[in-house]
């Protein structure tokens, strides 16, 4: 049991906003930035995709543990304009 506690204690999850760059083939991700909460990720991202540099931008969140680098999938929180269809390749 003391096992499972200190894995549980161990679990760690980030919350991002990821905005994705015009290209010519598309879109493509651009600099991921850490997020402290769910609702502060959402805002950056809907920050992120009014930049006209940008052709959207989606918030997301991932658990995991970082001292053994095992992580979940991520969970989309909220897209805003144009990301990928497939967020698999990222």
């Known amino acids: 049991m003391l096992k499972g506690k200190w894995e549980a204690a161990m679990a760690v999850t980030y919350y991002v906003a990821l905005p994705f ?14 997020m402290p909460n769910e609702g502060a990720a959402i805002r950056r991202a809907e920050s992120m995709s009014r930049d ?4 959207g931008a989606l918030a997301f969140k991932r658990s ?3 001292n053994m680098g095992n992580f979940g999938d991520a ?6 304009g144009e990301v990928p269809a497939n967020l ?3």
């Open 21 to 34: 760059l015009r290209t010519e083939d598309g879109v493509a991700p651009g600099e991921a930035q850490e």
């Open 52 to 55: 006209p540099a940008n052709a």
């Open 64 to 66: 995991g543990d970082p």
């Open 75 to 80: 969970t989309i929180l909220k897209a805003f």
């Open 88 to 90: 698999d390749e990222l």
